[in-house]
């Protein structure tokens, strides 16, 4: 079993920003890649940042160059600034790894004010 574990989530003012954690435990034999999704309220999950095992990074347009993901061993991290009421969702963590197997964490509620 692997768990993924967020924190961080928060209210925010537009402009502001937060950091997202998460820490993966478990059964991790291998990680091709770590990163963040979000799901707003009547919309699909959609990817946020990615980061993978050899450091590539990879953003969604509407963040890039406002959010930063990083990693640590199995800590994936994302700074994210400048936000804006339409970053207001439930960010998830992932991790790919363990064959070709993805893993989710519970979920974060950010909000942004405007």
């Known amino acids: 079993q692997v768990q993924l574990v967020e924190s961080g989530g928060g209210l925010v003012q537009t402009g502001g920003s937060l950091r997202l954690s998460c820490a993966a435990s478990?059964?991790?034999?291998?990680?091709?890649?770590m990163g963040w999704y979000r799901q707003a309220p009547g919309k699909q999950r959609e990817l946020v940042a990615t980061i993978t095992s050899g450091g590539s990074t990879n953003y969604t347009d509407s963040v890039q160059g406002r959010f930063t993901i990083s990693r640590n061993n199995a800590r994936v991290y994302l700074q994210m600034n400048s936000l804006k009421p339409e970053d207001t969702a439930v960010y998830y963590c992932?991790?790919?790894?363990?064959?070709?197997?993805?893993?989710w964490g519970q979920g974060t509620q950010v909000t942004v004010s405007s």
């Open positions: 992932n991790l790919w790894g363990n064959g070709y197997r993805n893993y």
């Open positions: 478990g059964s991790i034999f291998s990680i091709k890649a």
